[in-house]
């Protein structure tokens, strides 16, 4: 059975900094593409960030580049997401999500479609 657990989330105020944490169990992680999506009350889900199997490769979502970091430990079955310099549009549900089949386009790793499993997601709130 496959597991994601996402931790990390709370409450910081506006120019603070958070780092979400997923622990994946039950798949074969090191060969998994992992993403990060997150829903805010009233928005559809939409995508954050995504990470290749290598973590050679990174996809950013254009209101986080340059404050948000995707990372991955394959060692420890781990992901994260190191966020900087939030903001209170930054608020939301943070969901960790794992593909298993190729993702190689902006197009393909933004789309929630092409992720097989998800955490139950943690909650950020951004303080202004």
């Known amino acids: 059975q496959v597991q994601l657990e996402e931790s990390g989330g709370g409450l910081v105020q506006a120019g603070g900094s958070l780092r979400l944490s997923c622990v994946a169990s039950?798949?074969?992680?090191?060969?998994?593409?992992m993403g990060w999506f997150r829903e805010a009350p009233g928005k559809e889900r939409e995508f954050v960030a995504h990470?290749?199997?290598?973590?050679?490769?990174?996809y950013y979502t254009d209101s986080v580049k340059g404050r948000f970091t995707i990372s991955r430990d394959n060692a420890e079955n781990l992901v994260y997401l190191q966020m900087n310099t939030l903001k209170p549009e930054d608020t939301a549900v943070y969901y960790c999500?794992?593909?298993?089949?190729?993702?190689?386009?902006?197009?393909?790793?933004?789309?929630?479609?092409?992720?097989?499993?998800w955490g139950q997601g943690t909650q950020v709130t951004v303080s202004s």
């Open positions: 999500a794992a593909g298993t089949r190729a993702m190689l386009t902006m197009a393909t790793v933004t789309s929630s479609t092409n992720y097989d499993y």
């Open positions: 039950g798949l074969r992680f090191s060969s998994s593409n």
């Open positions: 990470i290749n199997w290598s973590g050679g490769r990174t």
